[in-house]
């Protein structure tokens, strides 16, 4: 239960909701030193001559019962590799999400591809599938389905999509490590998916990535992609494509084995406390937490809250800085800065590089309305984070915050 506060805001001088100091703890120890200092003893950095790069690709596979992982140099390479597996000509489109990182979209700017972006679900802010359904064109080449905050979207109706269509469905997990969807893991789905290891994410090596699939062909281009279309397998050095340099070095390998070891207990913990913030927020009016469908596990690499602007009679901004005030970290957007990512500049004046409109054709404009559900997004959502070292007390204490500041804004 959320208990009674003073209902003087901290914000007015009132007494914060958040009183004691959030929990914290380390998020590398000994396990990262002790790999660490194999590979440095080794006296070998690069991957493909040593042993933890590998041991993590096969370690992740075997973790999602997948047949092939292939590591690389960041989220946003991962992506890109998975396009760039799927050769697609230049000018094809590309549907994703119109919330979600620049890392989605990169690689599919690199290839000459052309983004489509479709809305997102109003309780969810996952795509919406039949939104990417009104899309589709006889241009489109891939679907991109991104997890965001850390919950699964509806990828049975993507997956439907992906048959009917004969689309292939990548899927982006970097916020959903060990995210389910009606008993199966994000990132087992479609025929490509990718992970990140960068510093915010659920495990990390600093920066790092990592693509699973199935299909042999794809893992082989993928190795190939990621390491300037070397054939290092068969010890040719004679590229037949254009590829980048994404390699992963046995330093990040080494960590992010040793992180993959902490990741079931992470977004364990992180779905319990996540799981006791929705039960307090679910009771305080004006306010609701992001919809955990039935069947999936939500791993919170983000928590979201929507605020009901006719009951709090307040723009996100204002409830924001209130509860900030309260002791409670937030913001007032998402993570894509205050709008939907079509409407960043390299979108808007179509200046992916420099001058030309390469690669979008003259019919793709992009512009505000082409999403209502995320662009009224930008204005009724407050973003949190739940870490796995906060406490119960920690978490009560956020709800209390909330409670508080929605009172506050509804009786006004």
Request: hydrophobic share 40%; charged share 25%.
């Amino acid at each position: 239960m959320v208990k009674d506060l003073p209902e003087t805001l901290a914000l007015h001088g009132g007494p914060p909701a958040k009183r004691r100091p959030f929990g914290k703890g380390r998020r590398h120890g000994e396990r990262e030193k002790r790999l660490l200092e194999e590979v440095v003893d080794s006296d070998v950095l690069f991957y493909f001559f040593g042993a933890k790069v590998f041991a993590l690709q096969e370690e992740f596979a075997r973790r999602y019962g997948k047949r092939h992982a292939i590591a690389c140099s960041s989220g946003t390479a991962a992506v890109h590799i998975a396009v760039g597996a799927l050769n697609l000509p230049p000018g094809r489109e590309v549907i994703t999400t119109s919330i979600t990182d620049m890392g989605t979209l990169t690689g599919i700017l690199y290839q000459g591809l052309v983004p489509v972006f479709a809305d997102v679900d109003p309780g969810t802010l996952n795509m919406d599938p039949v939104s990417a359904r009104e899309r589709i064109t006889p241009k489109t080449g891939a679907i991109v389905v991104v997890h965001h905050s850390g919950l699964a979207a509806d990828m049975d109706a993507f997956l439907a999509l992906g048959r009917e269509f004969g689309i292939p469905i990548i899927e982006d997990c970097a916020q959903a490590f060990c995210c389910e969807y009606r008993g199966r893991l994000a990132g087992t789905m479609g025929v490509l998916s990718t992970f990140s290891l960068n510093h915010f994410k659920h495990i990390t090596c600093g920066s790092g990535g990592l693509v699973l699939t199935d299909d042999e062909a794809l893992r082989y281009r993928a190795t190939l992609f990621l390491d300037k279309c070397y054939q290092r397998e068969e010890k040719i050095r004679n590229p037949f494509f254009l590829a980048p340099n994404y390699q992963m070095t046995e330093l990040q390998g080494a960590v992010a084995l040793a992180q993959l070891e902490k990741v079931s207990e992470i977004v364990e913990r992180r779905n319990a406390l996540g799981t006791r913030l929705d039960r307090h927020l679910a009771g305080i009016p004006g306010v609701t937490p992001q919809v955990t469908p039935a069947g999936c596990r939500h791993t919170y690499f983000l928590y979201l809250f929507r605020l009901d602007r006719a009951v709090l009679r307040c723009p996100a901004r204002e409830f924001s800085a209130a509860l900030n005030a309260e002791g409670v970290p937030n913001a007032d957007h998402l993570i894509t800065g205050g709008r939907p990512v079509y409407l960043y500049d390299i979108f808007v004046n179509r200046s992916a590089f420099p001058g030309t409109s390469y690669p979008f054709s003259p019919e793709r404009i992009y512009q505000r309305g082409d999403c209502p559900v995320a662009e009224a997004a930008f204005e009724d959502w407050i973003t949190m984070n739940v870490h796995e070292h906060y406490t119960q007390e920690d978490i009560d204490e956020m709800a209390c915050g909330v409670a508080k500041v929605a009172r506050w804004f509804a009786a006004r």
